[in-house]
């Protein structure tokens, strides 16, 4: 592991988490701007991840804020689209409560030494809510396509996705913490 805690890929996650209150203030009134600062984060999000991979720059301050940066993005766009209505509450609460119980599972783990890495269910659910929450920002029709729509039938995948990653992720952790 690197010993440099600031390098490029903490950079991004720390931009993003820079990001997120300016999201939260502008999103609410002008949802397709929040789209934009929702989409420049999820690329922090995606390069971050990769670039601390592909140039071993992995920190454990990395470690621990990027789920945190993810988490608080991905809290923050469900909590806006139930208040701009454009997401059912009992989908935000799932999701949402998903989040808190695998975040305090993941820090548990670590804290003794375990590092569960995330399935591929669990990053297809990042992507699919990331696409979804953009969509359901933009919530026009493109080309005849009502990005709206497609973004309601993403967001209903990634909650059962969600779920089943989490419990998934619960197995692992209860095997790995024996």
Same mark, same amino acid.
Do not use: C
């Given at each position: ?63 621990? #804020?990027?789920? $945190?940066?993810?988490? @608080? /993005?991905? =809290?923050?766009?469900? %909590?806006?689209? !139930? +208040?701009?209505?454009? *997401? ?39 992507? #699919?809510?990331? $696409?979804?929450?953009? @969509? /359901?920002? =933009?919530?026009?029709? %493109?080309?005849? !396509? +009502?990005?709206?729509? *497609? ?28």
């Amino acid at each position: 592991m690197n010993t440099k805690t600031l390098n490029l890929p903490t950079s991004l996650t720390i931009l993003r988490i820079i990001i997120i209150p300016v999201f939260i203030m502008e999103a609410p009134t002008n949802p397709q701007f929040g789209a934009f600062l929702f989409f420049i984060a999820s690329v922090t999000d995606f390069l971050d991840g990769y670039l601390a991979r592909k140039f071993k720059q992995i920190t454990n301050l990395g470690i621990i #804020l990027d789920p $945190i940066a993810d988490k @608080l /993005l991905v =809290i923050s766009a469900l %909590i806006i689209l !139930v +208040d701009i209505a454009r *997401v059912p509450a009992w989908i935000a609460i799932v999701i949402i409560l998903r989040e808190f119980i695998i975040t305090v599972l993941r820090f548990y783990a670590l804290s003794r030494g375990v590092v569960i890495p995330a399935e591929k269910a669990g990053k297809a659910k990042t992507v #699919l809510q990331m $696409i979804s929450i953009l @969509l /359901l920002l =933009i919530a026009e029709e %493109i080309y005849g !396509v +009502d990005l709206y729509d *497609v973004g309601v039938v993403l967001i209903y995948i990634a909650t059962f996705i969600s779920v089943t990653s989490g419990i998934q992720y619960i197995v692992h952790f209860w095997r790995h913490i024996k």
